[in-house]
């Protein structure tokens, strides 16, 4: 099956500091998603993005599918942006999740 | 539309017992996705539905694990003489039908056996 690795896993910022994501998959998709896991557990889908550039407030994201990465920007950071964020990934249903990259956004 | 709804939000039972959890999806999203999420891990699929229809089960779903979707609205998922293993915590996704699409996550039922 496809395999999903996502870096880095850990990260640390200072608020306002700016952030990349990565998220590297190992064959041709045509899903795929970042979702942000909150404190509490939940799961928010930010975008479906299975090629091309979106953006959305601070956040944005781009994936070059012929190249099988993507990467999430996360611009002046928050403290309510401190969480675990995920890509996912699919050729067909399901959804393939990778381990996560765990955020934590200090004042 | 109030997004996808998981119940109980907690469940503590003892090892051995049966425990049964529901998922009542977003209702125009004919797809509905079971997850399983252990501490430190992306969530892993366990099953998925087509309307009423289970069109597949991942090799984490033993066969004291089991899914239905009557009438292809509420979802249950039971899990038989519970191990301590099974401690995790258990999503709900639903989609619009097709492969492509954004998946909305329910909240959760983080199951602990003891």
């Known amino acids: 099956g496809i395999q999903v690795e996502q870096s880095p896993p850990d990260l640390i910022l200072q608020e306002g500091a700016n952030s990349t994501l990565r998220c590297n998959f190992s064959d041709s998709v045509n899903n795929l998603q970042w979702f942000h896991q909150n404190p509490w557990g939940q799961l928010i889908n930010l975008f479906y993005i299975p090629s091309g550039t979106k953006q959305n407030g601070r956040l944005s994201a781009t994936t070059v599918a012929t190249e099988r990465y993507s990467l999430l920007y996360i611009s002046s950071s928050q403290t309510t942006d401190s969480g675990v964020y995920f890509c996912a990934v699919a050729r067909s249903t399901p959804l393939v999740f990778g381990k996560g990259t765990r955020l934590s956004v200090i004042a | 539309d109030t997004g996808v709804s998981q119940n109980p939000r907690h469940k503590i039972t003892k090892r051995g017992q049966n425990v049964t959890f529901r998922c009542d999806p977003i209702?125009?999203?004919?797809?509905l996705y079971w997850y399983r999420q252990t501490l430190g891990q992306g969530p892993e699929f366990l099953t998925y539905f087509q309307n009423e229809a289970q069109l597949e089960k991942s090799r984490l779903l033993s066969d004291r694990f089991s899914a239905e979707r009557p009438k292809g609205s509420f979802s249950t998922l039971e899990i038989q003489r519970t191990e301590q293993g099974d401690s995790a915590m258990y999503l709900c996704?639903?989609?619009?039908?097709?492969?492509?699409?954004?998946?909305?996550f329910g909240s959760g039922t983080r199951l602990t056996v003891v």
């Open positions: 996704a639903s989609t619009t039908g097709g492969d492509s699409g954004g998946y909305t």
């Open positions: 209702s125009e999203h004919n797809r």
